[in-house]
């Protein structure tokens, strides 16, 4: 698993996760993540990848690989490399944390 950004990922969790009422952990993974874009804007997504873009596509193919079978995310948009990354690391923060705060799985 790529430990890159996951601090700064699970801050956005915490800072966001009062803002839902819900306290299931599939509905509130996917208000984070899905509903909204973490980053916006190309140069912000190049940016926030740095050094860390080739492991954090390998990442998402695993993941992709994994649960889909195949990959789907367009690797030529920083966009939707770095969502992705983050719904993945996401998903994987909230599965840790769900008895620290108090969510349904």
């Given at each position: 698993m790529?430990?890159?950004k996951?601090?700064?990922i699970k801050t956005?969790?915490?800072e966001?996760?009062e803002d839902?009422?819900?306290?299931?952990?599939?509905?509130?993974?996917?208000?984070?993540?899905?509903?909204?874009y973490?980053?916006i804007?190309?140069?912000?997504a190049?940016k926030?990848?740095g050094?860390e873009v080739?492991n954090?596509i390998?990442t998402i193919?695993e993941y992709?690989?994994?649960h889909?079978g195949?990959?789907?995310t367009?690797f030529?948009?920083?966009?939707?490399?770095?969502?992705?990354?983050?719904?993945i690391?996401?998903?994987?923060l909230?599965?840790?944390?769900?008895e620290e705060?108090?969510?349904e799985?």
């Open positions: 790529n430990d890159y996951r601090e700064e956005h969790i915490l966001q996760i839902y009422e819900t306290r299931d952990l599939y509905q509130l993974h996917h208000y984070l993540f899905n509903i909204d973490y980053i804007g190309t140069y912000e190049k926030w990848c050094d080739f954090i390998e193919q992709e690989e994994d889909f195949e990959v789907y367009d030529s948009n920083p966009e939707r490399v770095v969502n992705m990354y983050c719904y690391v996401g998903e994987e909230l599965h840790e944390m769900a705060l108090k969510l799985v």
